[in-house]
């Protein structure tokens, strides 16, 4: 099938470590590198658009707009913003692509039809390697906000590493930002948190661990435990739709977490049900218990074979993903979004 050899690219930016302006610069590199020319937006033949921090116009010219909304199913932002995203699908040379299976099942809920585009990984970049022996060390990566639990996982490690009697374990936190709020550690705990931490310097880190701990209450595709995938580190993440999405359901030990309605757990910040009809009424998120995630840090702690050994397959890559989930849809592989009039690549 003929793929548009000319797109324009607007993306959202973000921090080093931040996953959206990784997204944003890594799809467009992997779209270039399968044959598309980028070029300014009037004169391409396909607009990619993020929807992440803001709405989205329709284009009523009947030019082709594909939009990626990667925002998460906890976002406040999906239910904002989710007429106007049904006004922007509405458009017959418009596309969404969402990121799991979850956001599709909410956008269908608002008649919206979509298509799963999931984060990748360049497994180029991150990828396995022999790690030497030192103390053990957990990791973490993600804001320093509410909702990705930062404090809990903080005093999980502090628990589980006494339930061990294990003084050599460590807790290495990568907080995208600046230091404002951030918490201070007595140097006896073992907690250290990484400041500035360069996108190129993230392979090293996942390295220098051992496994990857994440205890959110709602995520999208969650994309530090990819990486850490891909460079062959185990993860402990919470059981929750979202992180059964490939290939963490199959490679990441779940902890169970129940589905919890909340509207103030976050200081007022609200979450998104499956179901659009009932966004502003039902807000949930799922929440890991502290006895199960110490049980869960403490039994890897112990566990010396384990947790050294585990390898992963690293077929993840960003090229696969897009020239098999997205190039067949926007190349007229669904219906009304086929578009002919574009120019194939030569």
Same mark, same amino acid.
């Not at 548009?4 to 993306?11: H, T």
């Not at 944003?24 to 929807?51: H, I, M, Y």
């Not at 999906?78 to 922007?88: A, D, L, P």
């Not at 110490?294 to 702690?301: E, K, N």
């Given at each position: 099938?003929?793929?548009?050899?000319?797109?324009?690219?607007?993306?959202?930016?973000?921090a080093?470590? #931040?996953?959206?302006?990784?997204?944003?610069?890594?799809?467009?590199?992997?779209?270039?590198a399968l044959?598309?020319?980028?070029?300014?937006?009037?004169?391409?033949?396909?607009?990619? %658009?993020f929807?992440?921090?803001?709405?989205? &116009?329709?284009?009523?010219?009947?030019a082709?707009?594909?939009?990626?909304?990667?925002?998460?199913?906890?976002?406040?932002?999906?239910?904002?913003?989710? %007429?106007r995203?049904?006004?922007?699908?509405?458009?017959?040379?418009?596309y969404?692509?969402?990121? #799991?299976?979850?956001?599709?099942e #909410?956008f269908?809920?608002?008649?919206? @039809?979509?298509?799963?585009?999931h984060? *990748?990984?360049?497994?180029?970049?991150? %990828?396995?390697?022999?790690?030497?022996?030192?103390?053990?060390?957990?990791?973490?990566?993600? &804001?320093?906000?509410p909702?990705k639990?930062?404090?809990?996982?903080?005093?999980?490690?502090?628990?589980?590493?006494?339930?061990?009697?294990?003084? &050599?374990? !460590?807790?290495?936190?990568v907080?995208? *930002? @600046?230091? %404002? *709020? +951030?918490?201070?550690?007595?140097? $006896? !705990? #073992?907690?250290?948190?990484?400041?500035?931490?360069?996108?190129?310097?993230?392979?090293?880190?996942?390295?220098?661990?051992?496994? +990857?701990?994440?205890?959110?209450?709602?995520?999208?595709?969650?994309?530090?435990?990819?990486?850490?995938?891909?460079?062959?580190? @185990?993860?402990?993440?919470?059981?929750?739709?979202?992180?059964?999405?490939?290939?963490?359901?199959?490679?990441?030990a779940?902890?169970p977490a129940?589905?919890?309605v $909340?509207?103030?757990?976050?200081?007022?910040?609200?979450?998104?049900?499956?179901?659009?009809?009932?966004?502003?009424?039902?807000?949930?998120?799922?929440?890991?218990?502290?006895?199960?995630a110490?049980?869960?840090v403490?039994?890897?702690?112990?566990?010396?074979?384990?947790?050294?050994?585990?390898?992963? @397959?690293?077929?993840?890559?960003?090229?696969?993903?897009?020239?098999? !989930?997205?190039?067949?849809?926007?190349?007229?592989?669904?219906g009304?979004?086929?578009?002919d009039?574009?120019?194939?690549?030569?």
């Amino acid at each position: 099938m003929d793929k548009p050899a000319l797109f324009s690219w607007r993306g959202v930016g973000g921090a080093g470590t #931040n996953s959206m302006g990784i997204v944003d610069r890594e799809n467009c590199t992997a779209l270039t590198a399968l044959g598309w020319q980028k070029v300014d937006p009037e004169s391409a033949g396909v607009n990619f %658009s993020f929807a992440h921090q803001g709405t989205l &116009q329709p284009d009523t010219s009947g030019a082709v707009r594909v939009a990626y909304v990667c925002t998460t199913t906890h976002n406040s932002l999906v239910k904002t913003y989710v %007429s106007r995203i049904q006004e922007f699908a509405a458009c017959p040379s418009h596309y969404v692509f969402v990121l #799991n299976r979850t956001m599709q099942e #909410n956008f269908a809920a608002a008649e919206i @039809p979509t298509s799963i585009w999931h984060h *990748g990984v360049d497994t180029q970049f991150f %990828s396995p390697h022999p790690r030497p022996q030192r103390p053990l060390r957990l990791g973490f990566v993600g &804001q320093f906000e509410p909702f990705k639990r930062p404090e809990f996982l903080i005093d999980v490690f502090k628990a589980a590493r006494a339930s061990v009697r294990d003084k &050599q374990v !460590e807790l290495l936190m990568v907080i995208p *930002g @600046p230091r %404002s *709020g +951030l918490p201070r550690f007595d140097v $006896n !705990e #073992n907690i250290r948190i990484l400041e500035g931490i360069k996108r190129e310097w993230m392979p090293l880190f996942y390295r220098s661990i051992d496994c +990857l701990v994440t205890f959110s209450y709602a995520e999208g595709y969650n994309l530090p435990p990819l990486e850490a995938l891909a460079c062959g580190i @185990p993860c402990i993440v919470p059981d929750m739709p979202e992180m059964h999405e490939d290939p963490y359901d199959a490679l990441c030990a779940h902890v169970p977490a129940t589905r919890v309605v $909340n509207t103030d757990i976050l200081g007022g910040q609200d979450f998104a049900p499956r179901n659009a009809a009932v966004y502003l009424t039902q807000p949930w998120v799922h929440e890991v218990g502290f006895d199960d995630a110490v049980d869960a840090v403490s039994g890897f702690l112990r566990d010396p074979v384990d947790r050294r050994l585990r390898t992963f @397959p690293t077929r993840y890559g960003w090229g696969a993903r897009i020239e098999s !989930e997205v190039l067949p849809v926007i190349a007229g592989g669904l219906g009304r979004f086929a578009f002919d009039h574009v120019p194939p690549v030569s």
